[in-house]
């Protein structure tokens, strides 16, 4: 790419002739375009290639999984001690399994205080916010089957495809820069959240299954923990940056539209480059500056190589379910 001039370098140092390749952060949209690195280059094709080829591969697995399912109606049903439903793989007495009440009236009392605290403390309202939560559900099913196929969880993956929703979404309600770069990066999280935690989940699960735990007893021990972990991961994260400060000081400047990228701002200056540089910062920063920018700043050949391979992605799927359905397997 470099040689043919589609993507480009930047100079990191006046005195030695030292190219960075991996930049994310730039002045202004324009240049994301005219003069792209490759790391930024290459971010598009990789985003749309695991976007539809995800969901093309959720969607054929769960049409065999649909039709075979039992109606709504039988989730209301009482059911006996001790048996199991004819048809269904998952062998574990009814008196094990995880109520149909239990997690339905979580879903609802979490659903309303997530609502709650968007609004309060990110400024989105009840639309936006449900909205962010549907595509976290949609995309748990990605991060899932994901990890099930590869054990990769492809959390940033999924955000950013939240990214580029509500991009379009900022865009559509002429949304002010600021704003609609905080609610970008707010939906993304609760993508990669989402992602993230059904995976871990459906893996404990998986585990408890084949060693015959009870899924009844594995979900108060996940609800206990995840009340647990609330207050323990805010309290390593203070801890860590009250060690180590350049922790928030690198976030900060991945994010601030008047400095450049972090890697050209350290050799310049001289300043000791910080432990913990976050590269994952950088990408979620340059998808929120593109998406919510006034014009999507996508450089042409990237844009076309990202459709054309996005398809090419889809048809193997495809072709691997209707006519190698057993390949993989062997």
Excluded at 25 to 35: I, P
């Amino acid at each position: 790419m470099v040689k043919t001039g589609k993507a480009f370098g930047v100079a990191i140092s006046e005195e030695y002739p030292l190219v960075s390749y991996s930049s994310l952060s730039f002045k202004d949209a324009d240049t994301y375009v005219q003069t792209p690195s490759p790391r930024y280059w290459l971010l598009w094709p990789g985003v749309l290639i695991m976007l539809m080829y995800s969901f093309a591969d959720v969607v054929l697995s769960l049409i065999p999984i649909i039709k075979t399912m039992a109606p709504p109606s039988s989730l209301f049903r009482k059911r006996r001690s001790g048996s199991t439903n004819e048809g269904v793989e998952d062998q574990t007495p009814v008196e094990d399994r995880v109520p149909f009440s239990w997690w339905s009236i979580g879903l609802a009392l979490s659903t309303i205080m997530c609502c709650a605290i968007l609004a309060t403390l990110f400024h989105m309202n009840v639309g936006e916010a449900i909205l962010s939560l549907v595509l976290g559900f949609l995309f748990s099913f990605i991060g899932v089957q994901s990890s099930g196929y590869t054990d990769i969880n492809p959390v940033s993956t999924v955000a950013k495809a939240s990214q580029l929703i509500f991009g379009g979404i900022s865009k559509g309600s002429h949304m002010a820069l600021k704003p609609a770069q905080t609610i970008n990066l707010t939906a993304g999280m609760i993508a990669a959240g989402s992602a993230a935690q059904a995976s871990d989940m459906t893996g404990d699960l998986k585990t408890g299954y084949l060693l015959r735990a009870k899924p009844r007893v594995q979900f108060i021990a996940q609800l206990y923990g995840s009340v647990v972990a609330v207050f323990l991961t805010s309290g390593l994260f203070v801890l860590f940056t009250k060690a180590s400060p350049c922790i928030l000081q690198v976030i900060l400047i991945f994010i601030s539209e008047r400095k450049k990228n972090l890697i050209i701002n350290l050799f310049r200056t001289g300043d000791s480059p910080c432990p913990y540089l976050a590269p994952s910062v950088s990408a979620w920063a340059a998808v929120a500056l593109g998406v919510t920018s006034p014009k999507l700043p996508i450089p042409p050949s990237s844009g076309y190589t990202a459709i054309g391979l996005g398809i090419l992605s889809v048809l193997t799927i495809v072709v691997r379910v209707s006519f190698m359905p057993n390949f993989f397997y062997f």
